[in-house]
């Protein structure tokens, strides 16, 4: 038979008001009593069964942060009960309750996934006790947390041919690269160190005709300028020292596909020329040879550079660079669409986990709230080594504040800690202040005198600390017409 505290039902309905879902299993009716009392008192949310095979099937139906459950029932034992939740859910955590001659029970249960143990009888004004509460119910929605994350992630990979955002520009800019794909335009991408140009590059084409056929990503800062020529069009057999064989080029071997020519800022004047005349004619000719070979392959050139300033400055052909404007792209840095951080982390961590095998569990929401407050000026790029840092010395665990780097820290540091006391304490209190007040207004539809009742303070008290933190109630009234 299972149990529902009606006060704690009603209390669950009040906006999140608990700090977390707990179910407790046990065949004794007074422990369950007890439980539901003394964590409706600590702000918890409460289910109790005193059947283990019906609280499976209410875990099936309900999400809970904690299972609480006995190691001794009369349908199965606490460790079996474990093994059959870790079949169909594996973020619950799990704390098993245990008398003083089972306690090598419990520790087994640890070995299949469960939390910790409690030793019976439990003493409820143990501060240890509602510490391990606290954590093994923090691990659980950091853990559910990321599985939402992964199931985001496998969604906006299907929708957006794997590019990992939900940032409104980035998803226009990826809804405009779609309508463009087919065109075979030529196409400029332009953007920060890092942002994610070759990503984008390879979805336009994903989601062209070409799909099919290669894409071959170049990076022409690579290139020597001695060997670039005969590297993109291809050689004769003898043609030059150390030619002996004949070669295909880059282009060639592209035919009917799509060429990404990143860093194309790089490429060498006179080669730009040879560039522009395959662009025009749609072929190529060897080096050592004079015939020219028709090739079909859509270009994609990406750059972190000023075209038009080295156009000026005479780096770079103006007749070029108009022909592989057809069609611009700029790609925002990674501080201008933050809403992505969290996602491509977990995202990061899938990968580190899944090429060397190990078995990082997550990150922490600290650690996110300090990704979020870095500047990331190399990018995704510089986002993805931290991530990859990190999961090597989170081990099996999460990833937690301790892990990322000095510098990030540093940076955190510099922007919200302040060493001055008293600057420090009015510092926060305006923050929580504006926060409060905003709040209050936008309960009440910037009505001083509801806000100041519902406050509990005199009106003109109110209207005193609105005019100190700079909160106008018209905005909010105005919101309303």
């Known amino acids: 038979m299972t149990e529902i505290n009606p006060k704690i039902e009603k209390m669950s309905q009040k906006n999140g008001e608990y700090k977390g879902r707990i179910l407790v299993v046990d065949d004794e009716e007074d422990i369950l009593d007890t439980f539901s009392i003394v964590l409706e008192d600590e702000g918890y949310y409460v289910e109790t069964s005193s059947d283990p095979v019906e609280a499976l099937k209410l875990l099936r139906e309900k999400d809970f942060d904690l299972v609480l459950s006995d190691m001794r029932m ?22 098993v309750m245990t008398a003083y001659g089972t306690i090598d029970n419990a520790v087994s249960c640890m070995k299949k996934g469960a939390f910790h143990y409690l030793s019976k009888p439990l003493d409820f004004n143990d501060p240890s006790l509602w510490n391990l509460i606290e954590k093994a119910i923090k691990q659980s929605k950091i853990l559910q947390e990321n599985a939402k994350l992964k199931e985001e992630i496998k969604r906006l990979k299907t929708d957006t041919g794997f590019i990992i955002t939900k940032n409104p520009d980035m998803i226009n800019l990826l809804n405009f690269a779609k309508r463009i794909a087919s065109l075979d335009l030529t196409v400029l991408i332009t953007g920060e160190s890092g942002v994610g140009k070759e990503l984008f590059a390879r979805a336009i084409h994903l989601f062209s005709n070409r799909r099919d056929k290669p894409f071959i990503p170049i990076n022409c800062a690579n290139i020597s300028p001695d060997i670039m020529e005969a590297e993109f069009f291809g050689y004769r057999k003898g043609s030059f020292t150390g030619a002996s064989e004949n070669r295909k080029g880059i282009f060639e071997m592209a035919n009917g596909g799509t060429v990404f020519l990143d860093e194309i800022g790089e490429v060498p004047l006179d080669i730009q020329s040879k560039f522009l005349r395959f662009l025009q004619e749609k072929e190529i000719r060897k080096v050592g040879e004079d015939k020219t070979i028709k090739v ?70 600290e650690a996110v709230e300090v990704l979020l407050n870095y500047h990331w000026e190399g990018n995704v790029r510089q986002l993805e080594n931290v991530i990859y840092k990190a999961c090597i010395y989170a081990g099996d665990g999460f990833i937690d504040i301790k892990h990322l780097d000095k510098e990030i820290l540093e940076e955190n540091i510099k922007k919200d800690f302040i060493f001055d006391y008293n600057k420090a304490k009015e510092h926060h209190l305006q923050k929580f202040m504006k926060s409060y007040l905003n709040t209050l207004l936008s309960l009440t539809d910037g009505n001083v005198s509801k806000a100041a009742k519902l406050a509990n303070i005199e009106r003109q008290s109110l209207q005193k600390l609105l005019k100190r933190y700079g909160v106008n109630p018209e905005e909010y009234r105005k919101k309303e017409k």
């Open 74 to 95: 009369p349908k199965m034992t606490g460790e079996e009960f474990l093994e059959e939740l870790r079949k169909f859910n594996s973020f619950t955590s799990f704390i």
């Open 296 to 365: 079909d392959v859509r270009i994609i050139a990406a750059t972190n550079k000023d075209l038009k300033q080295l156009v000026k400055e005479g780096k770079f052909r103006e007749d070029l660079y108009y022909r592989i404007e057809g069609i611009k792209i700029h790609i925002p840095p990674l501080r201008e669409r933050k809403e992505d951080i969290p996602l491509l982390a977990k995202h990061f961590i899938q990968k580190f986990n899944e090429k060397y095998s190990a078995s990082v569990k997550g990150i922490t929401p």
